[in-house]
């Protein structure tokens, strides 16, 4: 071979290299998400129903005997609730199909406690059929809540209740058609009327084999998200409170087979072996259920943005709970406030100050245009800048071309392969000088994670003719889909 031919058996195999390095993918890094998790999780927002018997007597919980009589909603409208959260920009409704007092708001074959023994629709109505229909007609999707603990079934604490259960379960899942979610809370055991018993009743540990009844579950519904207990690897997760704030720091992973320790819930585990995301549950007044006296507690436009900020914004989702009146209708108060909060949402978000700008990254995977720095805003979801396997630090610049003014960043990881990034900063260039940004929460964990979205709110508004991202720590080389820039106006 002359030196001609071996320059271009060199050049060749140069080419041939850097081709190779171009279209390999980056591997997945540790637990990924089913597709339907990630329905979810793009879903963003969806809401709760809290509607029972305890609806009739002000109460937040009921005790298990309330009179059936009670129950006769002149007004129930489920089309108003389905309208009113999908204008507060809800994507689905979880309802209370039985609360802890037990009553059914179905007519379940199983017991005599449920709509089919009130005045209601002389016992021929069926709230659960209403909402679901009502669901679909509004473009929604639905999801049931059943409560594990009924403060009136006889048997509650035996075998037998926990069979009474799952048949309700297979009702359920059976006959309203297709379910994003099932929610079994976790207030289990205490007082109750249990059928005349009037007593506390404790129940063991592992008393409702919940592998069994998730298995169960599965098998009826082959799309449906579990929310529950991390021991038999529910899909989606508590993050600890009812405040609708997530840890800044936010992993959506969990060490299933073990209950979470505290703390973990908020901010899941960073080597945790299963993706399990966090879903922020809230309701729009101090209560669950729906009391007057709380009709002046709704919750502000500028407090629900905040909420929004700490659950979508910190990797999660939010679950965002709407309490229906006596009469059977949601209140106009609360359902103007959450379409308030939603048109709040749309005005932020709906002006990416980043698309146009000019990107540059200190590193992209093999020199390949399919990884460009370009690629965080494309307003392409499915396209993401990435690094060589081997970069878990980088930089990526936007250069505006001019001052903007923003208040928010928003950034996204492609958390189809996993999620990766550990610790990032972020820096902007005001007046030819970059300046550290910072995020409202003084937190040392502000600048953590990322995740599916993380939502940074900058305590005052900056003007700058570029932002910088660095990332400072990553599981694997990052892969970042999105880099947004906003600004909000002042509530
Ligand atoms: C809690 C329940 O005890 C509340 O009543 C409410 O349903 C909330 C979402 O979960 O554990």
Known sequence: ??????????????????????????????????????????????????????????????YGNEDLSLFNPLKLDARQWARTCREAGMKGIIFTAKHHCGFCMWPSEYTQYSVKNTPWKDGKGDVVRELADACREEGLRFAVYLSPWDRNHAAYGQPEYVEYFRNQLTELLTNYGDMFEVWFDGANGGNGWYGGADETRKIPRDYYDWGTTYEMVRGLQEHICIWGDNTHVADLRWIGNE??????????????????????????????????????????????FYHAREDGKVKTVAELMDIYYKSVGRNGTLLLN?????????????????????????????????????ASASQVRGGSRKYAASKVNDSDPESYWATDDD????????DFGKPVEFNRIMLCEYVKLGQRVKKFSLEALVDGE?????????SPDAMSTIGRKRIICLPENVTASSLRLNILDSKACPLISRLGVFIAPEI
């Open 391 to 398: 970069v878990t630090e980088a930089e990526l610049t936007l």
């Open 322 to 358: 709407f309490p229906i009146m006596p009469d059977g209708l949601i209140h106009p108060t609360d359902s103007a406030r959450g379409a308030e909060f939603h048109r709040m949402v749309r005005t932020v978000f709906e002006n990416d100050l980043a698309v146009g700008a000019k």
């Open 243 to 288: 405040n609708g704030f997530i840890g800044e720091r936010n992993w959506a992973l969990l060490e299933s087979g073990r209950k979470a320790e505290p703390g973990e819930l908020s901010s899941g585990v960073e080597n945790g072996n299963s993706w399990v995301f966090g879903e922020a549950d809230v309701s729009i007044r101090p209560g669950w």
């Open 434 to 442: 970059w300046v550290a940004l910072r995020d409202l929460s003084p």
């Open 1 to 62: 071979m002359n030196s001609k031919t071996i320059a271009a058996a060199l050049a060749a195999s140069f080419l041939l290299l850097t081709a190779c390095r171009t279209v390999c993918a980056p591997a997945p890094c540790g637990p990924v998400p089913s597709e339907d998790q990630l329905g979810i999780q793009d879903m963003e927002t969806y809401a709760f129903l809290h509607y029972s018997m305890n609806t009739y007597t002000d109460e937040e919980w009921g």
